[in-house]
């Protein structure tokens, strides 16, 4: 498994495109973004992202996604690439899915 992080973000305001009450993906200075579309992991990384209690999700509009434990969401899109709404910017899949596995642990120890 060796997906790259997804550079979602725009090259004029740095901000990630966010969809609007209208449907439509924009960033803050008002460029037009396409909606992309999250695809199925490998079952390597299915099993991966399951490890982690990140649990696959098709919604209504047909995109699919895995949501996880904490609420965080990872994105697998087709180009290769991945993303996450919550994931520290330097972080790869594997060592994010490792971070949550480690702040999972550590919410669950008894005081
Ligand atoms: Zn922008």
Do not use: N
């Not at 649990?55 to 965080?72: K, M, N």
């Not at 087709?78 to 480690?102: M, N, V």
Request: proline residues 5%; aromatic residues 12%; charged residues 25%.
């Amino acid at each position: 498994m060796s997906r790259t992080r997804s550079a979602s973000e725009c090259a004029t305001c740095k901000q990630t495109p966010r969809e609007d009450e209208s449907g439509r993906f924009t960033c803050a200075c008002g460029t037009p973004w396409v909606r992309r579309w999250g695809i199925r992991g490998t079952p390597e990384e299915e099993a991966l992202l399951k490890l982690s209690g990140f649990i696959f999700t098709l919604d209504i509009q047909g995109d699919t996604y895995y949501v996880g434990p904490l609420g965080h969401i990872v994105y697998l899109y087709s180009g290769g690439d991945w993303d996450s709404d919550k994931a520290p910017r330097e972080q790869s899949l594997e060592e994010y899915l490792t971070w949550i596995k480690e702040k999972l642990a550590a919410l669950s120890q008894p005081y």
